[in-house]
């Protein structure tokens, strides 16, 4: 069994310098890399001729700046492995993750699979923080970081692979918000088996500050409505959560003001569950703190996206109609 490792980068140097030696450090070589430099201005070729010089069965392109998808794409048509596997350039890969996959997939053959993601110890406070806010069950419900509990498992491409005949009969990623999902959808939706594989998580260093946290969720609470447009049997009551927590805190916030202190308890009771809970995850209270303000920013970025694209596609109609929607569900 082949693989081929396939990540868009643009202007990722430093990332894909460590996400290059952490694949040079796999107990097995059953892969191939290929980088996708998508337009970069600080081009990391010189990062992967150096990891090639050292054994490493890597292929570097350059094109212009399409999107990822697209960067994604550019990769497939070009690789060899009978799966094809994705990776984020933020992301370090464990050692034993090939060798666990192949097993894993040995032994239970999966047309797609996807792995949990979580934080290494190298990581900044701040991306650790991020990290907890992005995989507790107190601000996700629990559907990433390996847990499955309020919605049904979706592959995500920061650790996320299929079969080569998976690509050839759904073909490959379609430039838009949220296309892992997409593509999920795709796949289920032609009758392929799709599951989670605990067992090979990557460590992902998500996004380095609060502001771009939050435009990142942002995005996201977005393109749901737009995943909605296009599934209207995706959207589940998790989905809703972060919006309900914007109205929730907006409303407690005027009655604390305006009426009584004592609406201010629940939010207070609910951060402190954030913070214990990050506390005995992580055992570093400075972690802890952190991941308040960023469940904060999380829950809040995510429901204003959410709100905000409801508003315009779903009340207003504004931008992509339904119509649209479909045409790019079929691919035209």
């Not at 999380?298 to 694209?309: E, H, N, R």
Request: glycine letters at 8%; aromatic letters at 12%; a positive charge.
């Amino acid at each position: 069994m082949k693989f081929s490792v396939i990540i868009p980068v643009y202007n990722r140097i430093d990332e894909v310098s460590e996400l290059l030696a952490s694949l040079e450090s796999q107990t097995v070589r059953n892969f191939e890399v290929i980088i996708v430099e998508d337009g970069s201005t600080e081009p990391c070729r010189q990062q992967v001729e150096e990891a090639v010089s050292r054994g490493l069965d890597a292929k570097y392109y350059y094109k212009s700046n399409e999107g990822r998808s697209i960067a994604r794409n550019y990769g497939m048509e070009r690789a060899s492995g009978d799966y094809f596997v994705f990776f984020d350039s933020d992301c370090v890969i464990p050692s034993e993750y090939f060798a666990t996959l192949e097993k894993a997939l040995s032994a239970n053959a999966l047309d797609c699979f996807g792995g949990p993601d979580s934080a290494h110890e190298s990581f900044s406070d701040t991306q650790k923080a991020i990290n907890y806010s992005m995989t507790s069950f107190l601000t996700t419900g629990g559907i990433r970081g390996g847990k499955v509990q309020l919605e049904k498992f979706t592959p995500r491409t920061f650790n996320m692979g299929f079969s080569r005949k998976v690509y050839e009969r759904v073909g490959g990623f379609r430039e838009m918000f949220s296309e892992d999902i997409d593509m999920s959808k795709r796949i289920l939706h032609e009758g392929f088996s799709i599951g989670l594989l605990r067992e090979v998580p990557v460590w992902h260093k998500r996004r380095v500050d609060f502001k771009k946290f939050f435009r990142q969720v942002y995005v996201f609470g977005m393109s749901r409505i737009t995943l909605r447009l296009l599934y209207p049997d995706s959207l589940k009551a998790v989905h809703l959560l972060p919006a309900v927590f914007v109205a929730g805190t907006v409303l407690l916030l005027v009655l604390g003001l305006f009426c009584s202190p004592w609406w201010l308890v629940p939010l207070g009771v609910y951060f402190l569950a954030i913070f214990i809970g990050a506390l005995i995850t992580t055992r570093n209270i400075k972690i802890a703190a952190m991941a308040v303000p960023a469940a904060i920013i999380q829950l809040g970025g995510y429901g204003i996206g959410f709100i905000k694209a409801f508003i315009e596609k779903i009340i207003l109609r504004r931008g992509r109609n339904v119509a649209e929607e479909i045409e790019i569900r079929r691919g035209k």
